[in-house]
T-cell receptor
Framework: GESVGLHLPTLSVQEGDNSIINCAYS??????FIWYKQESGKGPQFIID?????DKRQGQRVTVLLNKTVKHLSLQIAATQPGDSAVYFC???????????FGTGTRLLVSP | DTEVTQTPKHLVMGMTNKKSLKCEQH?????MYWYKQKAKKPPELMFV???????INESVPSRFSPECPNSSLLNLHLHALQPEDSALYLC?????????????FGPGTRLTVT
């Protein structure tokens, strides 16, 4: 079956550090991946996405890397700020799939 | 306006009650979704509406009844729920189902069933 999972349930970093959140997926047919940020009391917020024909995509302070060989996705956050504290979910969409499949989530804690 | 609104924010109901959750968006999106999220878990898809028609029901129990009165509104009618149905219920919308990955989420309704 398909699954999307995360290696680390909680990641604690200091303000100003770079953060890396990892995600493993098992469906090699998935063609699209998304990172969402969910702050306490809020719904998930779209951060960045990447298609399977790419291996890297950059946004503002965030970079997503895709390694299809090992079916691994990562989200890098540069100069992490307290406002980045949240739960981060990766999600995948497979071709012909009619839904997003969310990973288990990683909580990012940023200390000042 | 890139906002999805949900009411109420919190709801406490007994197992014999009937209640409804409401979701609204004014982005012109034609696909709308209901998700259930338990604490410390990822959102789980329940229903998808595409152009006001139900296109996906993820084998959700009949005590949950969705309704899409028009392209901007999505309701979830609740009846005879169980305590294990307590969760955060999230609504989302996207431009259409083909662009389902670009989903905008509302803040959710936190439901407690007593």
């Amino acid at each position: 079956g398909e699954s999307v999972g995360l290696h680390l349930p909680t990641l604690s970093v200091q303000e100003g550090d770079n953060s890396i959140i990892n995600c493993a997926y098992s469906n090699s047919a998935s063609d699209y991946f998304i990172w969402y940020k969910q702050e306490s009391g809020k719904g998930p917020q779209f951060i960045i996405d990447i298609r399977s024909n790419m291996d890297k995509r950059q946004g503002q302070r965030v970079t997503v890397l895709l390694n299809k060989t090992v079916k691994h996705l990562s989200l890098q956050i540069a100069a992490t700020q307290p406002g980045d504290s949240a739960v981060y979910f990766c999600a995948e969409r497979g071709p012909g799939f009619q839904k997003l499949v969310f990973g288990t989530g990683t909580r990012l804690l940023v200390s000042p | 306006d890139t906002e999805v609104t949900q009411t109420p924010k919190h709801l406490v109901m007994g197992m014999t009650n009937k209640k409804s959750l409401k979701c609204e968006q004014h982005m012109g999106h034609r696909a709308m979704y209901w998700y259930k999220q338990k604490a410390k878990k990822p959102p789980e898809l329940m229903f998808v509406y595409s152009y006001e028609k139900l296109s996906i029901n993820e084998s959700v129990p009949s005590r949950f009844s969705p309704e899409c009165p028009n392209s901007s509104l999505l309701n979830l009618h609740l009846h005879a729920l169980q305590p294990e149905d307590s969760a955060l219920y999230l609504c989302a919308s996207s431009q259409d189902q083909a662009r389902r990955y670009e989903q905008y989420f509302g803040p959710g309704t936190r439901l407690t069933v007593t």
